[in-house]
């Protein structure tokens, strides 16, 4: 079945750059997302990417998509503290049914 | 501009009660579903409607049950509640199968 990988933590200092990487298994999805995680809040949607392109910039956000490697990356530039959170990589399930399929998270802790 | 709106925010049930979390959205969005996010774990998805009157089985349907009366909302229903079913239980919506997901804020359930 279709799974999605991503490392658990990440700890950078204040204005480094961060990286959060993921790999998916199902090539067949549309839409690849990113979303954030505040400790005790919702899912934000911080970007998405579709599946036909390989990057997308957004601000301080750049996606990348490698789809013969199946690996969707997320870097943050100039990384704050608030952008401590936890980070989810989600994939479109193949098929009809469009569903999403989220990894288990990466914890970006940002040190002053 | 409300969005995805689920309460309530928090409940404690006891072993065996049964209760309904609701989710409504105002986007006039087919695609509705129900996730439950555990720690340490990514999102895991328990039902999901394509439309109004039409609902189906996520990865973990047991113990829940769903209806779709109306575009606008999609409640979820613990039948009797169980101690593995303490979770942060979230609501989604989309225009479409397989188009961009937007959250709700979730519901934090204790069940003791």
């Known amino acids: 079945g279709e799974d999605v990988e991503q490392s658990l933590f990440l700890s950078v200092r204040e204005g480094d750059s961060s990286v959060i990487n993921c790999t998916y298994t199902?090539?067949?999805?549309?839409?690849l997302y990113w979303y954030k995680q505040e400790p005790g809040a919702g899912l934000q949607l911080l970007t998405y990417?579709?599946?036909?392109?390989d990057m997308k910039q957004d601000q301080r956000l750049t996606v990348l998509l490698n789809k013969k490697d199946k690996h969707l990356s997320l870097r943050i530039a100039d990384t704050q503290t608030g952008d401590s959170a936890i980070y989810f990589c989600?994939?479109?399930?193949?098929?009809?049914?469009?569903?999403?399929?989220f990894g288990k998270g990466t914890k970006l802790s940002v040190k002053p | 501009n409300a969005g995805v709106t689920q309460t309530p925010k928090f409940q404690v049930l006891k072993t065996g009660q049964s209760m309904t979390l609701q989710c409504a959205q105002d986007?006039?969005?087919?695609?509705m579903s129900w996730y439950r996010q555990d720690p340490g774990m990514g999102l895991r998805l328990i039902h999901y409607?394509?439309?109004?009157?039409?609902?189906d089985q996520g990865e973990v349907p047991n113990g829940y049950n769903v209806s779709r009366s109306t575009t606008e909302d999609f409640p979820l229903r613990l039948l009797s509640a169980a101690p593995s079913q303490t979770s942060v239980y979230f609501c989604?919506?989309?225009?479409?199968?397989?188009?961009?997901?937007?959250f709700g804020a979730g519901t934090r359930l204790s069940v003791l």
């Open positions: 989600a994939e479109t399930q193949g098929g009809s049914q469009g569903n999403l399929i």
């Open positions: 990417i579709f599946s036909n392109m």
């Open positions: 409607s394509v439309g109004a009157g039409i609902t």
């Open positions: 199902d090539s067949s999805s549309t839409y």
């Open positions: 989604a919506s989309s225009y479409s199968q397989g188009s961009i997901q937007y």
């Open positions: 986007m006039n969005h087919e695609y």
